[in-house]
């Protein structure tokens, strides 16, 4: 079996993988010694990034307590990195083999295994679909921040605090409107469109509207 040495990984759940960039200091992120590393296909390695899966009873014997953390004796039970020398990934398995969570790679540390991966056979993992991830096409700060405001306007309009909701409306979009059905469902489809600087503007007003004033 290879391994790859001296890690960083921030193992979010099966469905959220953010690149490092979108990575935050109040992240739970292991430091790992020791972790498997195997070559795939490219084709298995896309499958991995699009699609929840179950890996084999095999792999998950392989990979048991192999994965050792840096500065300690503690070990990830089913843990292991995946790459086809272009990309990689890191993945959690549960005791049958489902995908629990999954970590993207350092800039430094993908392409150092990257070029690793060109002096590995590569192998062939079993595994089967379960489900597919959802496109998330927004990256994680712009992804919290249309949650908030979709939690306001919901919050607002259960409440029936129309004057705070026409509020958000003028100032998103710059116009009066009275019809408070039409206000809501006017707000709930525009957060599926492309992030812009009115959303952040009225994100920020949320924000504010929730500081205590001394």
């Known amino acids: 079996m290879y391994y ?17 960039y979108e990575w935050e200091e109040n992240d739970n992120l292991d430091y790992i010694k020791k972790i498997p590393l195997y070559r795939i296909t490219t084709t298995d390695l896309q499958n991995l990034f699009k699609y929840k899966v ?23 039970k089913n843990t292991f990195l995946v790459s086809d020398t272009k990309d990689a990934l890191a993945l959690e ?7 629990i969570s999954r970590s993207k790679l350092l800039l430094a540390d993908e392409i150092n295994l990257n070029e690793v991966m060109f002096t590995m056979k590569e192998s062939k993992i079993e595994y089967e679909k379960i489900s597919k991830f959802k496109n998330i096409q927004n990256i994680r700060q712009i992804e919290e921040i249309k949650k908030l405001i979709n939690c306001e306007i919901n919050t607002l309009y259960e ?3 129309i004057s705070k909701l026409k509020y958000l409306y003028y100032e998103w979009f710059n116009t009066l409107n009275d019809n408070f059905e039409e206000i809501y469902k006017i707000m709930k489809k525009s957060l599926k469109n492309s992030f812009d600087d009115n959303q952040k503007r009225v994100y920020d007003l949320i924000k504010k509207s929730y500081y205590k004033v001394i």
């Open 93 to 99: 398995l549960d005791d049958e083999g489902v995908v």
């Open 159 to 161: 409440s029936k605090n």
């Open 54 to 76: 179950k890996f084999s009873q095999k792999l998950i014997e392989e990979i048991k307590n192999k994965t050792i953390l840096k500065n300690s004796s503690k070990t990830l």
């Open 4 to 20: 790859y040495y001296d890690i960083l990984l921030n193992f979010q759940d099966s469905i959220n993988l953010y690149n490092f």
